[in-house]
């Protein structure tokens, strides 16, 4: 609620009339009623700031050896790069995130997916997805493109980038959602160990205005 006006306003106001002394040119007058207007007016509210995603391991863009998979001819740590978040948006109850490939054949290689993080976390630490135990209750890994490969190490752990050797350095893009629902699987209607490729779907269509928020980063990878 905006309050009242200061003193100097108020006598400003009272002389913001056609009336003006003798010897005043009108531009003059005309300026101090702008500059008195100026001063009195209220402050502008400034903007919410963004929904925002970063990570400390990836902040020059691409993806060390510590972060690349450790199979199917890549010989990385595999290791989930640490991400931070900020500013998220009022009435988030939880988040979840997502790695996808975007230069893979096919429309994409999903690599790494936790969903149902609690809306009082603000990151992932280094490794926190090569265990479930790591995860902040009551989130949980699901599904990749990897499952039942074992290159994850376990179905719903983080596997890292991998691309075919020779291709140019292909994009990782990794995206964090913030929903207005306790439980994703239960409120887009589909099974807990549905695909990576379901569970966006929900995110990105099926939850509605339930889906408060995206944030992405991405960082490439060759070999």
Known sequence: MPGKPTLACQRAGHSMTPR?????????????IFAAAVACAPPAQSAPAAFSLASPDLASG??????????????????SPALAWSHAPAGTRRFAIQMIDVDAPNGGFRHWAVYDLP?????????????????P????????????????GW?????????????????????????????L???GGIPRTGSAALYAFVLD???????????????TAAR
Do not use: Q, V, W
Not at 122 to 135: I, V
Not at 137 to 152: E, H, L, S
């Open 62 to 79: 691409r993806f060390d050896s510590r972060f690349m998979l450790s199979s199917f001819g890549c010989h990385g740590g595999n290791l």
């Open 205 to 219: 269509r099926g939850l509605g205005e339930r889906l408060l928020g995206k944030a992405s980063i991405t960082a």
């Open 20 to 32: 003006r002394a003798a010897g005043t040119t009108l531009a003059t007058a005309l300026t101090a």
């Open 185 to 187: 699987a239960e409120a």
């Open 119 to 135: 809306a009082t976390a603000t990151g992932l630490t280094r490794g926190a997805a090569n265990r479930a135990s790591r995860l």
């Open 155 to 183: 179905d719903g752990g983080y596997a890292g980038p991998c691309p075919p050797r020779g291709d140019a350095p292909h994009r990782y893009r990794i995206t964090i959602y913030a929903y207005a629902a306790n439980r």
């Open 137 to 152: 209750a009551p989130a949980y890994g699901g599904n990749t493109d990897f499952r039942d490969t074992g290159a994850a």
